[in-house]
């Protein structure tokens, strides 16, 4: 289909027909809701998830709780995605839900502070709901990260971290483009047409350069960065933890040959 079909700004279903869906994967805290809003704005076509999350819906994600292939990818943090025993898969564990994959890796770093940030700024802080955005844009104080909960939750999310990665990473037969965060950060235009080529959307150059612009202004879910932290989140105990973890994933894909696919020695800290 054609980025140039929809009028600038709108988000519209497609006819999946002859489609087999597309699973947007990330670890929590990883910018999936951001890489949601690039897609969008520069293809025109909602992007679904396998949730519905109805403050996403309240600020325009229609796609919220759309699995199919009428939407352009479907977000999805589940650890068992793509393989999962559903009525999506006609009951086959051994089945693949989607078709194919787009796979975005963020710092594990970034992303479980990103993820405390919006657990706590969620749940804890308890924000007003009437303001939807809440939860995906604040920091919360430099305290949240000295207690044992921070500790524990760091405990659970690099289990889960190693766990997403082993079971995403070899998908058989079916395409996988992974996509680094962190590029996206330093070449949002070249990373936005790689996804579009792997999605097969047709654009002109000239038309992207300005959806990318406008997708830009749109990104308020972006969080905040606190730069201005005073404390280093992690112990050096917990750095070990988290280099370990990375250390193991890094092993695990050197034995299917994908060290270059996903290079993750590149987020491992001192």
């Known amino acids: 289909f054609k980025a140039s ?9 497609m006819n999946g027909t002859g489609r087999e869906p597309v699973a947007l994967l990330s670890h929590p805290g990883s910018g999936n809701t951001w890489l949601r809003i690039l897609l969008e704005k520069t293809t025109g076509i909602c992007t679904g998830a396998i949730y519905c999350d109805v403050d996403l819906r309240a600020q325009g994600f ?22 999962e025993a559903s009525s999506a898969c006609d009951g086959h564990a051994d089945r693949f839900c ?16 990103a993820e405390w940030n919006r657990q706590l700024t969620e749940h804890l802080l308890k ?31 690099t289990v889960e971290w190693e766990t997403r990665m082993r079971r995403w990473i070899v998908l058989g037969d079916h395409p996988l483009l992974v996509v680094h965060y962190e590029d996206v950060q330093h070449n949002l235009q070249g990373e936005v047409q790689r996804m579009l080529e792997f999605l097969k959307v047709d654009y002109k150059t000239e038309d ?39 250390q193991k994933v890094k092993i695990f894909l050197s034995q299917y040959n994908m060290e270059d696919l996903l290079k993750v020695e590149r987020y491992m800290r001192i």
Do not use: M
């Open 5 to 13: 079909e929809v009028k600038p700004g709108e988000c519209r279903f």
């Open 62 to 83: 229609v796609g919220e709780g759309v699995r199919g292939a009428s939407v352009v990818a479907v977000k999805s943090h589940d650890s068992s995605a793509p393989w």
């Open 98 to 113: 989607y078709g194919s994959a787009i796979l975005l890796v963020r710092n594990p770093y970034d992303a479980f502070v």
């Open 127 to 157: 924000p007003a709901r009437a303001d939807h955005q809440q939860g995906h844009i604040n920091a919360v104080p430099d305290f949240y990260f000295l207690g044992p909960e921070w500790d524990d939750y760091l405990q659970n999310q």
């Open 208 to 246: 992207l350069i300005q959806k990318i612009e406008d997708a830009k202004s749109a990104t308020a879910f972006k969080r905040k960065k606190k730069n201005d932290r005073s404390i280093d989140p992690y112990t050096n105990e917990q750095k070990e933890l988290i280099n370990h973890t990375i």
